[in-house]
């Protein structure tokens, strides 16, 4: 195996491996992204549960408050319809609104708490939102890192003409060989002539152009 491809395989090896260094870096920084998402969303989603609960056992009890008052005031009707007004009736009219009072209050209360427990900055698209925006932090060392690695493909083989060529064409332009060429015609025109078969020999045409 001659040196320069030696040192290509050599070179694309250690390019390989930065590669493979840089899957496992994007791998480990999107599953650490990804786990304080998760703890996140799943820390507000049990206090936001909590709070849920509350109210809708709240509202059992409410309902179960109501039931109780609205057959209080149907009981104090039928005795109002029967009788005359009792001197406990508007005691118990003011028992009733009272009872209602607390279960608006309690009611207004628990709502309130479950409002802002909904509304309660970060939310779960606050918190994806900043876990995309991080994402894109994070991938600017990626594309660094990409970046060396694409700059590592363009010098991992010399792509300048070998030194010997150099070299060597000197040698065919200054050692008059056009002489050889020419044989026993020494005539200048001939002498150039094959001058400039030697230099389209040695300049082709271009596969580029």
Known sequence: MGRN?????????????????????MMSD??????EL??????????????LLDLASARDAINAG???ARKELEKLNRKLGKSKVSQKAPQAIREVARELGDVRN????????ASEALNKP?????????????????ASSWEDEARKIEGGFASS???????QFASLEGLVKGGGYEVILAGEDRDPA?????????ENLMNPESPED
């Open 106 to 113: 309690t009611y207004v209360s628990f709502r309130k708490r």
């Open 66 to 68: 109501l039931n109780s």
């Open 190 to 198: 001939v002498l150039k002539a094959f001058n400039e078969e030697l």
């Open 30 to 35: 999107l599953k650490k992204l990804e786990a």
């Open 157 to 163: 083989v010399d792509f300048s003409m070998p030194e």
């Open 122 to 138: 970060p939310t779960s698209v606050d918190m994806v939102e900043e876990f995309m925006q991080s994402i894109i932090k994070r």
């Open 5 to 25: 491809r030696k040192d290509a395989r050599a070179n694309l090896r250690e390019l390989s491996s930065k590669e493979e260094a840089m899957f496992q870096n």
């Open 38 to 51: 998760r703890t996140s969303i799943e820390e507000r989603s049990l206090n936001i549960e909590a709070t």
